[in-house]
């Protein structure tokens, strides 16, 4: 898969429901490791890794867009 | 409640995902420019004062946690999950970090609390209103495509992992 069909892929054009209710259940339950990414960071444009979060303390994440 | 919560030691931040609901004015990403763009508006339209933090074009963070739009996590000091929801709902939320708080506090006046793992079906908020005037945001597209997906929906039966309740 190109890079061009990764992102068009991820990013649909046409919202046509949510399937990966199920999937969630079984990924990353409560008590495993959380997973780390590397992330830009809007106010400032920096690069930051999710885990410096959670190297300071508690991190409540929530995922979402403006849509 | 991130003010609330941050004497605590509990940091609250945001990852910016693809557009759940693409419209003419919020299209699909095909940009990381465009993300961050979409990003600032979001920043703007809800004054949101978190840490946004944008996912890379491909979505990489979302899919580790699961792909859904609108999902929470609770990440422990150290990178345990201890608390995880697939909507967010305040309520919930701020129940689910004060029982922490509360268990830790608990544990160091020297009650003996073993952890152990439990999940529960949370109820959260369900306003149309909002959500429609979210979708006219997107634009008319948005309000098209759900509005055809829940026809679609109607046909097939409650969508998979759908929670279902008598009252």
Known sequence: MTHRTQIEDYNYSVFVGSEEFMAFRTLLPVGSSAADFEAKLLETGQRVQFSDYWKKGDVLIEFGSLT | MARQFAPKGIN?????TREAHPGENYPAHRSFEQKLEHARAFKAEFNVERPI???DLTGTAHKLYGSLPNMTYLIGRGGRVLFRADWTDPRTIEYAI???LNSRARRREGLR??????????YRWNDPGKFQEGLVRAGQQAVDDFDRAMKQRLKQGPRPGRIELPE
Not at chain 2, 12 to 16: P, R, S
Not at chain 2, 113 to 122: H, M, R
């Open chain 2, 12 to 16: 609250f931040v945001f990852l910016y």
């Open chain 2, 53 to 55: 933090l944008v996912d």
């Open chain 2, 113 to 122: 609390l073993a952890p152990f793992y439990a999940e529960f079906v949370g």
């Open chain 2, 98 to 100: 004060n029982y922490v």
